[in-house]
């Protein structure tokens, strides 16, 4: 039920956002190809997943909120190309795919993250059945996520604090922006577009937050017990890069303790919810079984 | 008269940008230092200017929109921090000073440009005084003038056609999408915000593709005729780099005869406009006799 569940609305993501490029009448057809090559490669869509389901949860459907659900696929999107640049982690595949600039270039991939950052701003704001302050709201999570005191803030210490060990809080907020800030917007966008009362919104956030660092603490334990071919690098390469990270910072056993307690902080937070929240719950609890 | 209040709006613009930067709680101080060491660099503040004049030509007072004019600045600052990158054109100067990737380092010059691009998305919400629905009329302006099928697009055809000749078709595409977009979106912004009529909303249109045209064909014949100083490049360079313009592509005295002719075109637009419309009258002049 939970797959099968994830893997339909994936569907409609995939097609949604084709749809949505093909739409565009792009000046320059290599920019549109290029925008193309990272969006439609595929991944788990995890934000607009967690987009919808948090709508689930607050009584709407969550399906009704593609549209923005694709935005924020677009935003992930282009922070993906853009920290592969040789300027920031100078990654040559991501996905098993060459990452965006070993194909087109340095330039065209710092182009195809700009437009596709902004077409998430054009795309969220046709979304339909919400009342024009709703829209606005969410424009507002985005690009208060989204920005220097969200994602691009913690992309900023992650570069900065390359090739020096860092402590313990300045991990947090370094994982807290670069991929926390996006959980964050997602879950509250879905709320926020189903309607959800002020209550709901502040047990929603509350489960975005350790959702988010579930995510990150389970995606430390990966790099040390995961399968090379599943989570596709080198097993080990963060201790060997000399990266902070929950595991190095603190142990292998005590990650998966902290991993374990933050899951169950977050199933908690789901409870007035009741069934409406089976699938948020199951998508917390998949962080801990998930193998990439 | 003319410059006084363009003066006059320049430092209102250099204030409110200065204390939106100095709002944010940037995760990462080096990250805030990069933006705000280009937001601040100077410049005309033009389509801020024009964003405002539009607004009066409507007959509101322009500076009742200084929020969405600053949010056109910090696009605008963005797209130059980008374009600047080893990986685009590799300038090293900008202004007199030292581009924002010589100073940061190139991967701090892409965040800086990415928070930019999502700060002004994030200010132009905050715009008082007018109702949801003109924001989000606002928003789409912004976001599709940014975007793949206006200023990036128009960047994409740039990088793409370096070191190549272009025909004209071609240079008109790229400079309606670099400069020309921008433009648009000032103006139109402007006019939605003040609650133009269709008919005004229109003829403002016009008067703002006529005024981006102006603008490219003389900064291209500021290449041949202007003062090394004052342009901030040696003369000449688009010849010696065999850049198609539209000096290179017809003659000097036909770019002239073109832009008299679009600025002429121009002033027509405001004519229904009356006195309301002279600052913008005077701003397209200004291009004529421009020396930077």
Redesign the interface.
């Known amino acids: 039920m939970f797959k099968e569940l994830w893997q339909e609305r994936q569907q409609l993501v995939e097609r949604q956002l084709g749809k949505e490029l093909d739409a565009?009448?792009?000046?320059?057809k290599?920019?549109?190809d290029a925008?193309q090559y990272s969006l439609m490669a595929g991944g788990k869509r995890l934000r607009p997943i967690l987009l919808m389901a948090a709508a689930d949860a607050v009584g709407a459907d969550g399906t009704k909120f593609l549209t923005t659900a694709c935005a924020i696929e677009m935003i992930h999107t282009y922070s993906l190309i853009?920290d592969d640049?040789?300027?920031?982690d100078n990654d040559d595949y991501r996905r098993g795919k060459l990452t965006n600039h070993k194909v087109y270039?340095?330039?065209?991939?710092?182009?195809a993250?700009?437009?596709l950052?902004?077409?998430a701003?054009?795309v969220m704001?046709r979304q339909a059945e919400v009342?024009?302050?709703t829209?606005?709201s969410v424009?507002?999570e985005?690009?208060?996520a989204?920005?220097?005191?969200?994602m691009?803030?913690?992309?900023?210490?992650d570069?900065?604090s390359e090739g020096h060990r860092i402590d313990m809080d300045t991990l947090r907020?370094?994982h807290?922006?670069k991929t926390g800030a996006l959980f964050h917007a997602a879950i509250r966008s879905g709320a926020i577009l189903a309607g959800a009362g002020e209550k709901e919104l502040s047990a929603l956030t509350t489960y975005a937050d350790k959702f988010g660092l579930a995510f990150q603490i389970t995606d430390d334990i990966l790099d040390v017990t995961g399968d090379e071919q599943e989570i596709g690098k080198p097993v080990g390469s963060d201790l060997r890069n000399h990266k902070s990270t929950y595991v190095t910072l603190t142990s292998l056993s005590e990650a998966q303790q902290l991993a374990t307690e933050t899951v169950q902080a977050a199933e908690a937070a789901l409870q007035p919810f009741g069934e409406r929240a089976a699938f948020l719950r199951d998508l917390v609890r998949y962080l801990l079984a998930r193998k990439n």
């Open positions: 565009q009448q792009p000046l320059n290599t920019l549109h925008m853009h640049l040789p300027a920031m270039g340095d330039g065209m991939a710092v182009l993250g700009d437009a950052l902004t077409l701003f054009e704001l009342p024009a302050e829209r606005l424009v507002r985005m690009s208060m989204a920005g220097m005191n969200g691009v803030g913690g992309q900023a210490i570069l900065e907020s370094m807290m922006g």
